[in-house]
Nanobody, 114 residues
Framework: QVQLVESVGGLVQPGGSLRLSCATS????????LGWFRQAPGKEREGVAC????????YYGNSVKGRFTISRDNAKKTVYLQMNRLKPDDTAVYYC???????WGKGTLVNVSS
């Protein structure tokens, strides 16, 4: 059974940093890309970042480029999202998803506020 479990988010001050993790099970992470998405209150879900299989190429949404970094550790079956210089606009529920499969984590709330 495919499972994706995001780490707990939390409250972060503007300008701060937070690292999210997505622990996976039930499939071979090495064979799939994985992405992070987010959904802010009253807005549609948007793609944040993704990392491919193989060489691990990365792609970022324009709003997070230069501030967020996605990485993967296949041995630990985990994908990470390092978020730096956080802004209030980054407040959202963050989800991880397996590329090519309709499996999502339950999401974790990140609240950027002073």
């Amino acid at each position: 059974q495919v499972q994706l479990v995001e780490s707990v988010g939390g409250l972060v001050q503007p300008g701060g940093s937070l690292r999210l993790s997505c622990a996976t099970s039930g499939f071979t992470l090495d064979d799939y890309g994985l992405g992070w998405f987010r959904q802010a209150p009253g807005k549609e879900r948007e793609g944040v970042a993704c990392v491919s299989t193989g060489y691990g190429s990365t792609y970022y949404g324009n709003s997070v480029k230069g501030r967020f970094t996605i990485s993967r550790d296949n041995a630990k079956k985990t994908v990470y999202l390092q978020m730096n210089r956080l802004k209030p606009d980054d407040t959202a529920v963050y989800y991880c998803k397996v590329a090519g499969m309709n499996y999502w984590g339950k999401g974790t709330l990140v609240n950027v506020s002073s």
